[in-house]
């Protein structure tokens, strides 16, 4: 479940030859302003995705039963390397805001500070994890603007573990493409089988029944 917590949209479409840019600098730093002076009840969380700021509560059993099978493996699979497992950290790129489910960063996260010291710079991020939730906006939200925002970022590694797509999937996105805002490789398998992450510092982890498994 998603609440649009506050929207504000430019009175010109940003790709238009007549926008100056100047409405996209000005939506975002509105929308940021917005942003750190929100106060949240407890078990909700607040993002910067595109052109809102959007809400959304903390996950259902199952979605944390997954997540935590996934940072318990990755865990392991990170422990003599230099990059660790994050949770509940907030991952900005230029005024946007997303709170992955899991992400791989340093294991000293000073080295990749935001400018505020709110959370971390997404340039310094190998990899994001996200648990599809349930409902439309919810999914719509992962699958496909969180996966822009994730590219613009130039994140090299996007992995969706999504129960909602047939019998459940797993998709990994690599080689993002800021510019358009895409992922150029993406290779989706279904629950059952073994999606193998091919590059980065948990490459060659794989995410398969044990973390899928009802």
């Avoid at 959370?119 to 996966?147: L, N, T, W």
């Amino acid at each position: 479940m998603t609440a649009l917590a506050y929207e504000v949209r430019p009175a010109v479409d940003e790709g238009s030859p007549s926008a100056s840019g100047h409405e996209a600098v000005a939506l975002d730093e509105v929308l940021w302003q917005a942003w750190k002076a929100m106060e949240l009840p407890e078990g909700y969380r607040a993002e910067i995705i595109e052109e809102s700021i959007e809400v959304s509560p903390t996950g259902r059993r199952r979605h944390g039963v997954i997540i935590n099978r996934l940072r318990d493996a990755l865990v392991a699979h990170l422990a003599d390397g230099d990059h660790a497992a994050y949770q509940d950290i907030n991952v900005i790129h230029r005024r946007k805001v997303c709170i992955p489910d899991l992400f791989i960063a340093p294991r000293d996260l000073d080295e990749i500070p935001d400018e505020e010291d709110l959370g971390v710079e997404a340039s310094g991020v190998a990899a994001v994890f996200e648990v599809v939730s349930p409902g439309q906006e919810a999914r719509a939200r992962d699958r496909k603007r969180k996966r822009r925002a994730y590219a613009r970022a130039g994140i090299p590694l996007y992995v969706m573990i999504d129960d909602f797509d047939g019998d459940g999937t797993v998709t990994v996105l690599t080689a993002p493409n800021p510019d358009k805002a895409v992922y150029a490789d993406e290779h989706r398998v279904p629950y059952g089988s073994d999606a193998v992450i091919p590059d980065g510092p948990a490459k060659g982890f794989v995410i398969g029944e044990a973390i899928t498994k009802a």
